[in-house]
């Protein structure tokens, strides 16, 4: 059973230092020069379990444009999961989202959740 976090809940903390290192380590590979501690406080960021087990994070936010945005990261090895986090965040939002993949992982899970290719590395959920 998936659940969801949010950083205002008590047992967010629980997680948060495992969270951290885990976006520490992937940072450059997501492209995202933030602190962790902006991305939690300035985003809407929700962290996913398997269980009590850490799956990775998904945020959104608006970018100068207004334009609204979806970042990820998550252990290796969970792309299954990781689909299962995209699709179930997604039903939360209505509109346009648009999301950078960086790699090809990234790529198949943007397209397995109905994104479709704009240009490069960009891609748009309507």
Known sequence: MIRVLIPTQAEFLDYKDECKALYEKVQAQITDTNSFEFIISNTLFYLFLNDKNLIGAIYYFKDS???LFLNAFAKRKM??????????SLDWFKGRIYAEAQNRASALCLLRCGFRRVEGNLFLKV
């Open 79 to 88: 792309h299954a999961l990781c689909l299962e986090c995209l699709k179930k």
């Open 65 to 67: 444009d207004g334009k």
